[in-house]
Protein backbone atom coordinates (compact mmCIF):
# COMPACT_ATOMS: atom_id res chain seq x y z
CA UNK A 1 0.00 0.00 0.00
CA UNK A 2 0.47 3.57 -0.35
CA UNK A 3 3.08 4.72 3.10
CA UNK A 4 2.21 7.68 5.21
CA UNK A 5 2.96 8.93 8.19
CA UNK A 6 0.41 6.43 9.41
CA UNK A 7 2.48 3.33 8.71
CA UNK A 8 5.29 1.92 10.22
CA UNK A 9 7.05 -1.21 9.13
CA UNK A 10 8.54 -4.09 11.15
CA UNK A 11 10.85 -7.39 10.68
CA UNK A 12 8.01 -10.45 10.87
CA UNK A 13 8.51 -13.93 9.51
CA UNK A 14 11.43 -13.58 7.78
CA UNK A 15 10.38 -10.66 5.73
CA UNK A 16 8.98 -7.38 6.06
CA UNK A 17 5.31 -6.64 7.60
CA UNK A 18 3.21 -3.22 7.63
CA UNK A 19 1.00 -2.04 10.22
CA UNK A 20 -1.40 0.87 9.61
CA UNK A 21 -3.55 2.37 11.22
CA UNK A 22 -6.54 5.23 10.31
CA UNK A 23 -5.44 7.58 13.16
CA UNK A 24 -1.68 8.23 13.48
CA UNK A 25 -1.94 8.63 17.40
CA UNK A 26 -2.29 4.63 17.62
CA UNK A 27 0.59 3.61 15.44
CA UNK A 28 2.98 2.94 18.07
CA UNK A 29 -0.20 1.09 20.39
CA UNK A 30 -1.13 -0.85 16.86
CA UNK A 31 2.67 -2.00 15.83
CA UNK A 32 3.11 -3.13 19.82
CA UNK A 33 -0.02 -5.45 19.63
CA UNK A 34 1.48 -6.68 16.23
CA UNK A 35 4.15 -7.66 17.51
CA UNK A 36 3.35 -9.41 20.00
CA UNK A 37 1.40 -11.61 17.69
CA UNK A 38 4.09 -11.81 15.68
CA UNK A 39 6.27 -12.90 18.67
CA UNK A 40 3.67 -15.72 19.67
CA UNK A 41 3.11 -17.13 16.10
CA UNK A 42 6.62 -17.55 15.98
CA UNK A 43 7.76 -19.89 18.91
CA UNK A 44 4.50 -21.93 18.57
CA UNK A 45 4.62 -22.18 14.76
CA UNK A 46 7.88 -21.73 13.18
CA UNK A 47 9.20 -24.74 11.52
CA UNK A 48 13.36 -22.89 11.30
CA UNK A 49 13.51 -22.54 15.39
CA UNK A 50 13.82 -25.61 17.37
CA UNK A 51 12.82 -24.32 20.49
CA UNK A 52 9.36 -24.30 18.65
CA UNK A 53 6.14 -25.69 19.70
CA UNK A 54 6.30 -27.56 15.64
CA UNK A 55 9.39 -28.38 15.87
CA UNK A 56 8.53 -30.38 19.36
CA UNK A 57 5.30 -31.85 17.35
CA UNK A 58 7.84 -32.72 14.46
CA UNK A 59 10.14 -34.34 16.80
CA UNK A 60 8.14 -36.70 18.68
CA UNK A 61 8.25 -39.63 16.55
CA UNK A 62 4.06 -39.72 16.14
CA UNK A 63 3.20 -39.19 20.23
CA UNK A 64 0.95 -36.84 20.85
CA UNK A 65 2.29 -33.22 22.03
CA UNK A 66 0.47 -31.02 24.41
CA UNK A 67 0.52 -27.48 22.79
CA UNK A 68 -0.16 -23.93 23.58
CA UNK A 69 -3.59 -22.31 22.23
CA UNK A 70 -1.97 -20.68 19.37
CA UNK A 71 -0.32 -23.71 17.39
CA UNK A 72 -3.60 -25.88 18.42
CA UNK A 73 -5.46 -23.23 16.20
CA UNK A 74 -3.16 -22.75 13.86
CA UNK A 75 -3.15 -26.51 12.69
CA UNK A 76 -6.52 -27.00 13.31
CA UNK A 77 -6.71 -23.98 11.11
CA UNK A 78 -4.42 -25.83 8.42
CA UNK A 79 -6.18 -29.10 8.13
CA UNK A 80 -9.51 -27.30 7.64
CA UNK A 81 -7.44 -25.81 4.74
CA UNK A 82 -6.90 -29.05 3.64
CA UNK A 83 -10.24 -30.40 3.69
CA UNK A 84 -11.52 -27.28 1.86
CA UNK A 85 -9.57 -27.67 -1.07
CA UNK A 86 -9.23 -31.44 -1.21
CA UNK A 87 -5.71 -31.72 -0.25
CA UNK A 88 -4.50 -29.01 -2.23
CA UNK A 89 -3.21 -27.06 0.48
CA UNK A 90 -1.75 -29.74 2.60
CA UNK A 91 0.93 -29.46 6.19
CA UNK A 92 2.83 -32.12 6.02
CA UNK A 93 4.36 -30.92 3.13
CA UNK A 94 7.39 -30.12 5.42
CA UNK A 95 10.09 -33.13 4.42
CA UNK A 96 8.84 -32.27 0.96
CA UNK A 97 10.46 -28.56 1.40
CA UNK A 98 13.28 -30.07 3.52
CA UNK A 99 14.36 -32.40 0.44
CA UNK A 100 14.01 -29.48 -1.85
CA UNK A 101 16.70 -27.79 0.53
CA UNK A 102 14.01 -25.44 2.28
CA UNK A 103 15.51 -26.19 5.37
CA UNK A 104 16.49 -22.43 7.34
CA UNK A 105 14.68 -19.47 7.41
CA UNK A 106 14.18 -18.47 3.79
CA UNK A 107 16.69 -15.20 4.30
CA UNK A 108 19.26 -18.07 5.19
CA UNK A 109 19.63 -19.52 1.82
CA UNK A 110 21.29 -17.18 0.12
CA UNK A 111 19.10 -17.91 -3.45
CA UNK A 112 20.48 -21.31 -3.51
CA UNK A 113 19.95 -24.63 -1.11
CA UNK A 114 22.74 -26.36 -2.97
CA UNK A 115 20.50 -29.55 -2.93
CA UNK A 116 19.13 -31.88 -5.46
CA UNK A 117 15.50 -31.44 -6.78
CA UNK A 118 14.25 -34.71 -5.13
CA UNK A 119 11.13 -36.14 -4.39
CA UNK A 120 10.30 -35.22 -0.67
CA UNK A 121 7.54 -37.41 1.00
CA UNK A 122 3.95 -35.65 1.26
CA UNK A 123 1.97 -38.24 3.49
CA UNK A 124 -0.81 -36.62 3.65
CA UNK A 125 -3.08 -33.87 6.20
CA UNK A 126 -5.48 -37.23 7.73
CA UNK A 127 -1.90 -38.61 9.16
CA UNK A 128 -2.26 -35.49 11.67
CA UNK A 129 -4.49 -35.88 14.85
CA UNK A 130 -5.14 -33.05 16.76
CA UNK A 131 -7.49 -33.46 20.34
CA UNK A 132 -9.02 -30.09 21.45
CA UNK A 133 -10.00 -31.69 24.33
CA UNK A 134 -6.26 -32.56 25.36
CA UNK A 135 -4.61 -30.19 23.57
CA UNK A 136 -2.68 -32.32 22.10
CA UNK A 137 -1.21 -32.70 18.27
CA UNK A 138 -0.05 -36.18 16.61
CA UNK A 139 1.55 -36.28 13.66
CA UNK A 140 2.86 -40.00 12.08
CA UNK A 141 6.37 -40.74 12.76
CA UNK A 142 8.80 -39.33 9.87
CA UNK A 143 6.37 -36.37 8.98
CA UNK A 144 7.57 -33.01 9.24
CA UNK A 145 4.54 -30.23 9.36
CA UNK A 146 4.86 -26.67 7.45
CA UNK A 147 2.23 -24.61 8.39
CA UNK A 148 3.78 -21.63 6.19
CA UNK A 149 0.74 -21.49 3.98
CA UNK A 150 -1.73 -20.80 6.46
CA UNK A 151 -0.49 -19.37 10.01
CA UNK A 152 1.23 -16.35 8.53
CA UNK A 153 -2.63 -15.64 7.31
CA UNK A 154 -4.23 -16.58 10.32
CA UNK A 155 -1.60 -14.89 12.42
CA UNK A 156 -2.19 -11.62 10.07
CA UNK A 157 -6.25 -12.00 11.25
CA UNK A 158 -5.18 -11.90 14.43
CA UNK A 159 -3.08 -9.34 14.50
CA UNK A 160 -5.33 -6.46 12.72
CA UNK A 161 -8.21 -7.40 15.19
CA UNK A 162 -6.07 -7.20 18.44
CA UNK A 163 -4.60 -4.32 17.29
CA UNK A 164 -8.33 -2.21 16.53
CA UNK A 165 -9.46 -3.40 19.64
CA UNK A 166 -6.53 -2.16 21.40
CA UNK A 167 -5.56 0.84 19.34
CA UNK A 168 -9.97 1.79 18.91
CA UNK A 169 -9.07 2.55 14.99
CA UNK A 170 -9.22 1.18 11.91
CA UNK A 171 -5.96 -1.08 11.19
CA UNK A 172 -4.31 -3.05 8.32
CA UNK A 173 -1.20 -5.38 8.42
CA UNK A 174 0.61 -7.37 5.76
CA UNK A 175 2.79 -9.73 5.99
CA UNK A 176 4.78 -10.26 2.72
CA UNK A 177 1.27 -10.38 0.94
CA UNK A 178 -0.93 -11.85 3.53
CA UNK A 179 -3.34 -8.85 4.33
CA UNK A 180 -5.99 -8.14 6.85
CA UNK A 181 -8.17 -5.61 7.75
CA UNK A 182 -10.01 -4.77 10.98
CA UNK A 183 -12.33 -2.06 12.01
CA UNK A 184 -13.14 0.99 10.26
CA UNK A 185 -11.53 1.81 6.75
CA UNK A 186 -10.66 5.16 5.49
CA UNK A 187 -13.15 6.99 3.40
CA UNK A 188 -11.93 5.72 0.25
CA UNK A 189 -10.24 2.50 1.61
CA UNK A 190 -7.39 1.35 2.24
CA UNK A 191 -5.22 0.99 -0.93
CA UNK A 192 -3.31 -1.55 -1.87
CA UNK A 193 -0.97 -2.46 -4.68
CA UNK A 194 -0.78 -5.89 -5.96
CA UNK A 195 1.94 -7.62 -7.29
CA UNK A 196 4.15 -10.54 -7.63
CA UNK A 197 6.20 -9.62 -4.79
CA UNK A 198 5.04 -7.36 -1.82
CA UNK A 199 8.51 -6.09 -1.72
CA UNK A 200 8.25 -4.36 -5.44
CA UNK A 201 8.23 -0.88 -5.65
CA UNK A 202 5.38 1.01 -7.00
CA UNK A 203 6.54 0.65 -10.91
CA UNK A 204 5.83 -2.52 -10.94
CA UNK A 205 3.99 -4.52 -13.00
CA UNK A 206 0.16 -4.50 -10.65
CA UNK A 207 -2.48 -3.00 -10.00
CA UNK A 208 -3.90 -0.65 -7.65
CA UNK A 209 -7.17 -1.42 -5.55
CA UNK A 210 -9.10 -0.37 -2.74
CA UNK A 211 -10.06 -2.41 -0.25
CA UNK A 212 -12.59 -1.79 2.95
CA UNK A 213 -12.56 -4.93 4.72
CA UNK A 214 -11.79 -8.68 4.90
CA UNK A 215 -8.38 -10.25 3.54
CA UNK A 216 -6.19 -10.13 0.70
CA UNK A 217 -3.66 -12.46 -0.01
CA UNK A 218 -1.06 -13.30 -2.88
CA UNK A 219 0.75 -16.56 -3.73
CA UNK A 220 3.78 -16.39 -6.22
CA UNK A 221 6.19 -19.10 -7.87
CA UNK A 222 8.23 -15.74 -8.85
CA UNK A 223 9.08 -15.24 -5.15
CA UNK A 224 11.02 -17.58 -2.48
CA UNK A 225 12.90 -19.21 -4.81
CA UNK A 226 16.31 -20.65 -4.86
CA UNK A 227 18.78 -22.50 -6.52
CA UNK A 228 19.49 -26.29 -6.94
CA UNK A 229 21.73 -28.57 -8.46
CA UNK A 230 18.77 -29.57 -10.77
CA UNK A 231 17.33 -26.63 -11.18
CA UNK A 232 15.22 -23.83 -9.62
CA UNK A 233 12.37 -24.35 -7.09
CA UNK A 234 9.79 -22.87 -5.57
CA UNK A 235 8.16 -23.46 -2.07
CA UNK A 236 4.29 -23.88 -3.13
CA UNK A 237 4.33 -27.63 -3.48
CA UNK A 238 2.36 -30.11 -5.11
CA UNK A 239 1.23 -32.36 -2.75
CA UNK A 240 0.65 -35.33 -5.56
CA UNK A 241 4.14 -35.34 -6.60
CA UNK A 242 6.20 -33.65 -3.84
CA UNK A 243 7.72 -31.43 -6.10
CA UNK A 244 7.36 -27.46 -6.66
CA UNK A 245 4.28 -26.75 -8.55
CA UNK A 246 4.26 -26.54 -12.29
CA UNK A 247 1.47 -24.21 -12.70
CA UNK A 248 0.38 -22.08 -15.64
CA UNK A 249 -0.11 -19.44 -13.30
CA UNK A 250 2.90 -17.32 -11.95
CA UNK A 251 0.73 -15.38 -8.91
CA UNK A 252 -2.57 -15.62 -7.74
CA UNK A 253 -4.14 -12.99 -5.31
CA UNK A 254 -7.48 -13.99 -4.04
CA UNK A 255 -9.37 -11.54 -1.84
CA UNK A 256 -11.92 -12.89 0.96
CA UNK A 257 -13.90 -12.51 4.18
CA UNK A 258 -10.40 -12.66 6.24
CA UNK A 259 -7.08 -13.20 5.17
CA UNK A 260 -6.69 -16.88 5.96
CA UNK A 261 -9.51 -17.77 3.25
CA UNK A 262 -7.65 -16.07 1.32
CA UNK A 263 -4.77 -17.45 1.76
CA UNK A 264 -6.13 -20.56 1.33
CA UNK A 265 -7.52 -19.85 -2.03
CA UNK A 266 -4.31 -18.75 -3.81
CA UNK A 267 -2.48 -21.20 -2.32
CA UNK A 268 -4.88 -23.98 -4.05
CA UNK A 269 -5.03 -21.66 -7.13
CA UNK A 270 -1.40 -21.71 -8.20
CA UNK A 271 -1.83 -25.67 -7.13
CA UNK A 272 -4.65 -26.33 -8.93
CA UNK A 273 -3.67 -24.31 -12.34
CA UNK A 274 -6.19 -23.92 -15.10
CA UNK A 275 -8.83 -25.38 -12.93
CA UNK A 276 -8.68 -22.55 -10.66
CA UNK A 277 -10.57 -20.16 -12.48
CA UNK A 278 -14.19 -22.15 -12.05
CA UNK A 279 -13.03 -23.55 -8.38
CA UNK A 280 -12.73 -19.52 -7.53
CA UNK A 281 -15.79 -18.41 -9.71
CA UNK A 282 -17.73 -20.99 -7.71
CA UNK A 283 -16.94 -19.64 -4.51
CA UNK A 284 -17.01 -16.06 -5.26
CA UNK A 285 -13.81 -15.29 -4.36
CA UNK A 286 -12.51 -11.67 -6.68
CA UNK A 287 -9.38 -13.06 -7.65
CA UNK A 288 -6.23 -11.89 -10.06
CA UNK A 289 -4.47 -14.47 -11.91
CA UNK A 290 -1.19 -13.82 -13.46
CA UNK A 291 0.20 -16.53 -16.38
CA UNK A 292 3.47 -17.21 -16.54
CA UNK A 293 3.39 -15.24 -19.34
CA UNK A 294 2.28 -12.21 -17.38
CA UNK A 295 -0.88 -11.84 -18.50
CA UNK A 296 -3.57 -10.61 -15.89
CA UNK A 297 -7.02 -12.92 -15.68
CA UNK A 298 -9.72 -11.36 -13.56
CA UNK A 299 -11.97 -13.68 -11.69
CA UNK A 300 -15.16 -13.51 -10.01
CA UNK A 301 -15.66 -9.94 -9.48
CA UNK A 302 -12.34 -8.71 -9.61
CA UNK A 303 -12.26 -5.18 -10.64
CA UNK A 304 -10.41 -3.78 -14.04
CA UNK A 305 -7.96 -0.95 -13.21
CA UNK A 306 -9.53 1.73 -11.85
CA UNK A 307 -12.40 0.10 -10.08
CA UNK A 308 -12.77 -0.75 -6.54
CA UNK A 309 -13.46 -4.03 -4.64
Not at 61 to 86: F, I, N, S
Not at 235 to 259: E, F, I, K, Y
Not at 261 to 277: V, W
Request: with cysteine; aromatic share 4%; proline share 4%.
Amino acid sequence: MRQSEECATLEAFGSSALVAVTDAAELDTARTVVERIVAEFDVACSRFRDDSELSAVNAAAGEPVEVGPVLLDAVTAALRAARLTGGDVDPTVGQALISLGYDRDFASLGGRGGSSLVLGSVPGWRTVTVDPSRRTVRVAEGVSLDLGATAKALAADRAAAAATAAAGCGVLVSFSGDLAIAGPAPVDGWLVRVTDDHRSGFDAPGQWISLTSGGLATSSTAVRRWRTSSGIAHHLVDPQTGRPADSMWRTASVCAGNCLDANIASTASIIRGETATAWLEERRLPSRLVGTDGVARHVAGWPSEGDDL
